[in-house]
């Protein structure tokens, strides 16, 4: 039975409106048994698309006329993974900010006084791994990365077990100033991690595959972190996905200065120990030893033997001074290892081989030299190891800048220039340097006498870094 109402319709002087028209609404009963079965196809809907939700990879949708299996799905997310570019053009102005144009479609993962990183798989990668193709030494954008769930690499992929270290950087891992920056956060997340060594390196340059670090930034991550191999994916033909990835690209990034010292500390005390150096013998000498680091070469000093002398008159002058002369060229790792932890005053050139300094004692001080016109054209490359001294703990006392020598035959061309000043030998000036090496020998003479007791300085206590998971 229905209710009928009657909508009249108004009428017209010149128009004859038509017959009136009826509507039809149900009766109440109708109604509720209407709206009771739209509600519960509503309900069976959103609980459908909630389990499939849950479970992605075991859930088949019962409306269909033909089900999908596990195996179907699992063959759907494989296929709908996607590989994007490691180096991003599009980020090429400006390759080092952000995200980097290394992986840049991903965010980095931030923790206090630490390197920003990516680590797979976690959270931000929805419990998905990482997976590279990338077989290209010469061009980044050529090779590529994507994220996939471990029941559904993608087609033809490898899946590689244990922990992979993957490092991008913008200047290169055979450098030791470079290399050393590359790797430090590495060893920072081996330290808070257990110091697990990884089964792997990784490495890229501007997305490039490289096979190999430079011999002494391999050891350098050897001693502090364990041996490893470096990874060239040959005779890989498909994509390879890594079990555990942890991905730096930002070298110290936003590392704080005590936690980089942390990690020099950490390779100070590895290095020692591997190169069996005898740091209580080193400790019990009387006498001050300044160290002549000398180059051949390119920022070589122009008369070596008179810039010998000077120093040698002053640690005679001073008394309780030795000078020992080296050339960089001349000595492997462990003889620089050995050098320098008995230096107290480091008298060098700018170049490489001051990255050796880390393995000084703290307080230990450092005198740099540079050729004319660095100054002007080195940008903020001048002052790496004065950062470096502040960083390992070291007292940088300064830099001596050759003011003589022939200007740039095209000043216009600022690039040439550069590497025309970067390549020139250094003078002397026999007066300054007697006056400079009169006062920072004066300066440690004062700071070891204000070392009352043996062992109460904290640089000999910086062993303990030794053992994993301990700081001081």
């Known amino acids: ?40 196809f509503i309900f069976l809907l959103l609980f459908i698309q909630f389990k499939a939700l849950q479970s992605p990879l075991h859930f088949s949708w019962p409306l269909l006329g033909s089900q999908l299996s596990d195996q179907d799905i699992t063959s759907m997310l494989r296929d ?44 931000s990668s929805k419990g998905r791994l990482l997976c590279f193709s990338a077989h290209d030494p010469h061009d980044g954008a050529k090779n590529s990365y994507a994220f996939a769930w471990r029941e559904a690499l993608p087609h033809g992929a490898i899946l590689l077990p244990g922990l992979t270290y993957v490092s991008d950087t913008y200047y290169d891992h055979s450098n030791l100033w470079h290399g050393l ?20 390196w990784v490495l890229f340059h501007w997305g490039e595959l490289r096979t190999e670090m430079g011999k002494w ?9 364990g041996k490893a191999e470096i990874e060239s994916f040959k005779g890989i033909e498909g994509p390879t996905c890594f079990e555990e990835a942890v991905v730096f690209r930002h070298n110290h990034g936003a590392m704080s200065k005590a936690r980089v010292g942390e990690v020099y500390d950490r390779i100070r005390c590895k290095a020692r120990e591997f190169c069996k150096v005898e740091m209580d013998k080193i400790r019990d000498k009387k006498d001050v030893q300044m160290t002549l680091f000398l180059r051949t070469g390119a920022r070589s000093f122009k008369n070596e033997s008179v810039v010998v002398s000077v120093f040698e008159e002053e640690c005679r002058k001073a008394g309780n001074c030795r000078v020992k002369v080296e050339k960089t060229d001349n000595l492997s790792f462990c003889d620089q290892v050995r050098l320098m932890s008995e230096t107290d005053i480091l008298v060098t050139p700018h170049g490489a081989q001051m990255t050796n300094i880390l393995f000084m004692e703290r307080n230990s001080s450092v005198m740099e030299f540079y050729p004319k016109g660095w100054e002007d054209l080195a940008g903020v490359g001048q002052y790496v190891y004065k950062w ?3 960083w390992a703990g070291m007292r940088h006392q300064g830099v001596w800048r050759d003011p003589e020598g022939p200007p740039c035959h095209d000043p216009s061309d600022k690039l040439q220039c550069f590497f025309d000043f970067k390549d020139r030998q250094i003078g002397h000036d026999t007066v300054y340097f007697s006056k400079w090496a009169s006062k920072v020998l004066q300066d440690m003479k004062e700071h070891r006498q204000a070392i009352p007791v043996k062992g109460n300085d904290l640089s000999a206590t910086r062993t303990n870094f030794c053992q994993c998971g301990t700081s001081v």
């Open 217 to 225: 930034v391999n050891t350098i991550a050897e001693v502090a972190i």
């Open 1 to 40: 039975m229905s209710t009928s109402i009657t909508i009249p319709l108004e009428k017209s002087s010149k128009i004859h409106a038509p017959a009136p028209k009826t509507v039809s609404f149900p009766n109440n009963s109708s109604l509720k048994h209407s709206l009771f079965l739209v509600t519960l």
């Open 181 to 200: 920056n590359a790797i430090a956060p590495f060893i920072a997340w081996n330290i808070r991690k257990g110091c697990v060594a990884p089964a792997r």
């Open 388 to 390: 470096l001294s502040d």
């Open 80 to 123: 709908s993974v996607t590989f994007l570019p490691l180096k991003d053009l599009r980020f090429s102005k400006e390759p080092e900010s952000g995200h980097t144009w290394f992986m840049s479609s991903v965010n980095d993962t931030f923790e206090p006084n630490e390197s920003e990183y990516l680590y797979f798989p976690s959270n």
